[in-house]
């Protein structure tokens, strides 16, 4: 039972140092309230380990890993977009406790689907006695490595300015997604294609940032 649980959180606890995760919560940490982001880590660590635990080997089987690479990969470039998206609409109302939890749970949850934690946790729960003790072991690993980042972005966060903010959370959150999607398509399909398709979403998001710092600006003057 111990053994079970201390085991699945070592493994994901360093795993996770230094992961995409982390780095996110970091980031979420710049925009957000510290207890608001470990609210949200919780909660989508919680639904997604808890996911891979109930249904264990027979998720791997139903929903085939490249599948839940793929939503992951878009779902994080989905965020970069709506991040600068937020500020350009002056979405202030984002920094609201509901707010700022639904869409870090959503971004943890999103991100992990069919990365090493989740896939670590439905391996270990497939021979283990007490799978709810390993469930407890991963989201505790998730939740005590974000905090270390959560820590750092809070104090990040008041002494650079928000804009500069924004652009470096929405560059790495493209940056993780675009990452996971050629990695699932790379051997797939024609490398022509993937480079196309990278010069393209590259260009709206440059567009995007671009178009952001503008509007910052001129709300400045």
Do not use: C
């Amino acid at each position: 039972m111990t053994k079970e649980l201390l085991g699945a959180f070592l493994l994901v606890f360093v795993a996770e140092m230094g992961d995409k995760t982390q780095i996110i919560a970091m980031m979420f940490a710049t925009r957000y309230k510290a207890t608001s982001v470990l609210a949200g880590v919780l909660i989508g660590s919680l639904l997604n380990h808890g996911l891979a635990v109930l249904l264990g080997a027979t998720l791997g089987n139903v929903i085939p890993v490249p599948v839940l690479a793929t939503t992951a990969g878009l779902a994080f470039i989905y965020f970069a977009f709506s991040s600068l998206k937020h500020e350009v609409d002056g979405g202030e109302n984002m920094r609201g406790y509901k707010n700022a939890v639904t869409t870090v749970a959503s971004a943890f949850f999103i991100g992990e689907l069919g990365d090493k934690t989740q896939l670590s946790a439905i391996t270990l729960s497939m021979d283990a006695v007490y799978p709810w003790f390993i469930l407890m072991g991963t989201v505790s690993a998730m939740v005590v490595s974000s905090s270390l980042g959560i820590w750092i972005g809070s104090k990040i966060g008041q002494r650079i300015s928000e804009t500069l903010v924004k652009v470096v959370s929405a560059t790495l959150f493209f940056s993780f997604g675009s990452i996971k999607l050629v990695t699932v398509f790379l051997n797939k399909v024609d490398i022509i294609f993937i480079i196309m398709e990278v010069i393209v979403i590259s260009g709206a998001f440059i567009w995007a940032i671009t178009r952001f710092i503008q509007n910052n600006k001129e709300r400045s003057l």
